[in-house]
């Protein structure tokens, strides 16, 4: 059973204080951990059709991985929320604001056992044309952690690292021209100042996890990953295109934006998660035992 929810999706599965074991109980954080990002752990990208058209396909959603993984551990006992806004950043001047978001303040105040943030990649592309933006990136970075430790102080914060790619499909007309690795380590440069600063916030970088790049973003989607991995347009009309398409083109390939993660991508971020919530905290992040009563 999901124990995932989005701002209106699923009902949040609490579990009550006096169902919680005594060392659990001590603290104030929440049983549960709130996921914020855009769409790369949302899972919704935009493809190219070759010589046909455009559609946004969705794939399974981190917070989907998540609750697998939890469930196989038996933390029944820990929510998942799932505060993913596509289209957003920190510092895009086009984009939605993300800490101006209700995903954001909701999980800013839930005040949960961890948060997990993913990079906001339209911010790495955008600042790499700016004189400033690796400064304004770490402004707006700082900013949207204070508001997280001072509404939810008792929340461990894991802030997952920029990775480098080279752009594929339409992600050259999404995101604009191709950064470099200098680039990439100067934001994530950001990220080690804002973990160097405060104990309660821990650095994964995604820059050394995926080597090499490609085996873990979504690059060419054959007819058999497509329904392999159960991608779906975010618009059903389009279904009609991609059908038509495969049916003159049976072994053709629609082109991902070599960006978003695929399912190597996804499954090894949430294996690294799990390592970590252990090492921060190996008494709340365990299998919830009721004992003899």
Sequence with gaps: MLRWMSLIGLVFLWVSVSSVPFSQAQTSAMPCV??????????????QIPGTGVT????????????TAFAARDWHHLGIYDLSVGASALTHPDLV???????????????????????????????????????DYGTALETMLETIREES?????????????????????????????????????????ACGADEQVTCISLLDLFQPVENFVVGTITPEAYDERRYRPQNPADQ???????????????????????P???????????????????????PLSFGEQ
């Design 34 to 47: 709130a996921i914020m990002g855009d769409s790369l752990p949302a899972g919704a990208f935009v493809t």
């Design 240 to 262: 009609t295109m991609l059908d038509a398409y495969w049916a003159s083109n049976p072994a053709g390939a629609l082109l991902g934006d070599n960006l978003h993660l695929g």
């Design 264 to 286: 190597e991508g996804k499954t090894t971020i949430v294996a690294t998660l799990m390592s970590a919530f252990v090492a921060i905290d190996p008494v709340n992040f365990a």
């Design 56 to 67: 946004v396909l969705e794939s399974r959603p981190i917070v989907d991985v998540l609750d």
């Design 153 to 193: 102080p008792n929340s461990d914060i894991i802030l997952l690292s920029f990775f480098h790619t080279t752009l594929g499909g339409l992600g050259g007309a999404t995101y604009g021209d191709d950064v470099t690795v200098a680039h990439v380590r100067a934001m994530n440069a950001r990220h080690d100042i």
């Design 97 to 135: 604001t993300y800490p101006t978001t209700a995903q954001f303040n909701l999980g800013a105040s839930l005040n949960c056992q961890a948060v997990v943030i993913f990079p906001f990649m339209n911010d790495l592309y955008i600042n790499d044309d700016r004189l400033m933006g690796v400064i």
